[in-house]
């Protein structure tokens, strides 16, 4: 594996888009990915950033890794996680729990979480 992109670290809401953004300009300065894959990237990103920041507790910490054809996001917050289970059963499409778990989980390979649920591990497929 090749780590291509330093981790961000996010202390407001206010510096996510610009962390989110750092972050897909690195990969695209990596890979040459379509725009249907570019918008996926972006999407995943996102919501993971997103959901630290609004969920969890600063500093938000994101990196990215290369590995033959995907990449692998890790976003950590340092609160003290959420029940995957319960947040995932209590889905419902015009909530608000769950709905960004269920975007990702639909495009990535992978998702996984550390014990806690505090560090979220992605990857999706780019070529």
Known sequence: ????SAFRCIDSPEQMYNAVSMVLNE????VQ???AVDYEIKL???ELVQNAVL???PPVKVSATLCQGCVIF???DSGEGF???????AFDIFGESGRGIRI????????????SANRAFVRLKIC
């Open 1 to 4: 594996m090749k780590r291509w």
């Open 27 to 30: 990969v695209k300065n990596q």
């Open 33 to 35: 990915a379509d725009e």
């Open 44 to 46: 995943v990103l996102s």
């Open 55 to 57: 969920h969890g507790k």
């Open 74 to 76: 890790m976003v950590e």
């Open 83 to 89: 029940n995957v289970p319960q947040v995932c059963d």
């Open 104 to 115: 990702i989980s639909s495009l990535a390979q992978v998702l996984s979480f550390n014990e």
